[in-house]
Structure formats: C-alpha cells, structure tokens
C-alpha cells in the first residue's frame, strides 16, 4: 500500500513533523500552507492549490489530512523512497529555510500567499508595494495584528527560496 497519504506522512516525518490534527484550525492551515511551499520549493506532493480565505488552498489536501490517521502516519514513515538521499536533502534545505518558522501558521500563510499572488497576479513580476498592498486588501483581518508589515517584509525577503 503506497498511496498519497503515505508519501505525504513520509515527508512529513523527514520535516520532523507529527501527524497534523485535524481538528484544529491552525494545524490545518500549517499543513495547506507547507504543502503548497513545497511545491513552491520544487517538492510537488501532486496536489493542486486555488485561492481561498487564508490564501492557497487544496480541497484534495484537505481531504487526505482527515484521512491521515495513526496507522497510515506511521506506516508512511516506514516508506523508503527510490531516491531517498535526494528526497532527505532537499527536505533538511526546504525545513533550514523555514527554521522555527515553519511551526508559525500566519508567517506560512503570509509567505504561501505572497507567493501565490506574486506568481498567479503578478506574473512572477517582482513589486513589494503591489503584492503586499493586493496582500492586505484581500486580507483585511491581516492589518489589525500588530507588527503586520515587518512580517509581510521578512517573508517578502524568503520568497527568494522559492520558484516565481
């Protein structure tokens, strides 16, 4: 059995990540938005991400978090990729890139949307003011968090790791 699940409970495990809860709202979003940068990095998992609320979002990702129960987690672990070395390094760059950050669910979901929007809306065309501007009026609850626009410019600046 090596479905979706196990690969992404797989690459999960080499992150240094434990099996998302579903039930709670920001482990769900973390998920989304880890997935997607992955993708971004050039780790696609085979999903595909529209806009949603909180930015990029994967009805078929979602439905393979709830589906990711105990067991599947921890036989995904138990998986051993063909070109696992490969898989296993550019995992480790992907979660150094990250560091800490990759535990905070809003920096994800401002860096995954930076991205997003950069890409899709701005045609990978680089302009700080538009995109964060396009940012903020699409996310609204965005400019009541406090310190907002320094954390908009920091993962602005990450967006280097990432294909545009």
Same mark, same amino acid.
């Given at each position: 059995?090596?479905?979706?699940?196990?690969?992404?409970?797989?690459?999960?495990?080499?992150?240094?990540?434990?099996?998302?809860?579903?039930?709670?709202?920001?482990?769900?979003?973390?998920?989304?938005?880890? #997935?997607?940068?992955?993708?971004?990095?050039?780790?696609?998992?085979?999903?595909?991400?529209?806009?949603? #609320?909180?930015?990029?979002?994967?009805?078929?990702?979602?439905?393979?978090?709830?589906?990711?129960?105990?067991?599947?987690?921890?036989?995904?672990?138990?998986?051993?990729?063909?070109?696992?070395?490969? #898989? #296993?390094?550019?995992?480790?760059?992907?979660?150094?890139?990250?560091?800490?950050?990759?535990?905070?669910?809003?920096?994800?979901?401002?860096?995954?949307?930076?991205?997003?929007?950069?890409?899709?809306?701005?045609?990978?065309?680089?302009?700080?003011?538009?995109?964060?501007?396009?940012?903020?009026?699409?996310?609204?609850?965005?400019?009541?968090?406090?310190?907002?626009?320094?954390?908009?410019?920091?993962?602005?600046?990450?967006?280097?790791?990432?294909?545009?």
């Amino acid at each position: 059995m090596s479905d979706s699940r196990m690969v992404l409970s797989k690459r999960l495990n080499i992150l240094g990540l434990s099996r998302p809860d579903m039930e709670d709202f920001d482990e769900r979003l973390r998920l989304q938005k880890i #997935v997607y940068l992955l993708w971004a990095y050039g780790i696609s998992l085979g999903y595909g991400f529209n806009w949603y #609320v909180r930015g990029p979002y994967s009805p078929k990702l979602a439905s393979a978090g709830y589906a990711l129960d105990d067991e599947i987690f921890e036989m995904g672990s138990r998986i051993r990729f063909n070109n696992e070395e490969e #898989v #296993v390094e550019s995992l480790n760059n992907f979660k150094e890139i990250l560091g800490e950050k990759i535990n905070d669910p809003l920096y994800l979901e401002i860096l995954a949307s930076l991205h997003y929007i950069k890409k899709v809306a701005f045609g990978g065309r680089d302009n700080f003011a538009g995109i964060s501007k396009w940012l903020t009026s699409h996310k609204p609850y965005l400019k009541k968090i406090e310190g907002i626009n320094t954390l908009i410019e920091s993962a602005y600046r990450d967006l280097r790791y990432f294909n545009t």
